[in-house]
T-cell receptor, first 117, second 114 residues
Framework: EAGVTQFPSHSVIEKGQTVTLRCDPISGHDNLYWYRRVMGKEIKFLLHFVKESKQDESGMPNNRFLAERTGGTYSTLKVQPAELEDSGVYFC???????????????FGQGTRLTVV | AQSVTQPDIHITVSEGASLELRCNYSYGATPYLFWYVQSPGQGLQLLLKYFSGDTLVQGIKGFEAEFKRSQSSFNLRKPSVHWSDAAEYFCAVGAVDSSYKLIFGSGTRLLVRP
């Protein structure tokens, strides 16, 4: 079974440009999460989808970030326009339906390293 | 706000030596605690988790962690480190207001000397 897959693995863009990151969760996982690690600091929660619905986007830094999950399968995270402080590693994770602390875990992808120059 | 502290940014140990990575968390009556590892080019992999019960938790790859409520700690240990353990290790706690949101520490990078 394939794990969580993220594309691209690396992206270097200029300030002001647009970048779209993609995440393919494990098949059948309704829950999809985005996290970000900036400048070697802690990994921070961005948002949570249940199928195609945003359940929690409290961690999204500002309106330059737009996440979508059309059809409840893969998800994209668009940054437009990108700023220098957006550089970091963006992680995607997924978990099965009705997941909670006691019954499952979140499976993470390898991350997309974004560098804004 | 909840937080997780990993005081050691880098740790270097010799192969075969024992290892302890420190983790402290802020409040949470019954915290849900996790250790993840990221090897080069890989995603975050769950090593072990603590929800309740026995405070000494066994995980994969020979790792274990001990929950100490009095110290708000969840330190990760391994009795004998292998070169393949070189990676970055993240401690995390489940957010008290959520059943899915993880709060991570800043990570500890482990280097293994031959």
């Amino acid at each position: 079974e394939a794990g969580v897959t993220q594309f691209p693995s690396h992206s270097v863009i200029e300030k002001g440009q647009t970048v779209t990151l993609r995440c393919d969760p494990i098949s059948g996982h309704d829950n999809l999460y985005w996290y970000r690690r900036v400048m070697g600091k802690e990994i921070k929660f961005l948002l949570h989808f249940v199928k195609e619905s945003k359940q929690d986007e409290s961690g999204m830094p500002n309106n330059r970030f737009l996440a979508e999950r059309t059809g409840g399968t893969y998800s994209t995270l668009k940054v437009q326009p990108a700023e220098l402080e957006d550089s970091g590693v963006y992680f995607c994770a997924s978990s099965p339906p009705r997941a909670g602390w006691g019954n499952t875990e979140a499976f993470f992808g390898q991350g997309t390293r974004l560098t804004v120059v | 706000a909840q937080s997780v502290t990993q005081p050691d940014i880098h740790i270097t140990v010799s192969e075969g030596a024992s290892l302890e990575l420190r983790c402290n968390y802020s409040y949470g009556a019954t915290p849900y605690l996790f250790w993840y590892v990221q090897s080069p080019g890989q995603g975050l992999q769950l090593l072990l988790k603590y929800f309740s019960g026995d405070t000494l938790v066994q995980g994969i790859k020979g790792f274990e962690a001990e929950f100490k409520r009095s110290q708000s700690s969840f330190n990760l240990r391994k009795p004998s480190v292998h070169w393949s353990d070189a990676a970055e290790y993240f401690c995390a706690v489940g957010a008290v207001d959520s059943s899915y949101k993880l709060i991570f520490g800043s990570g500890t990078r482990l280097l293994v000397r031959p």
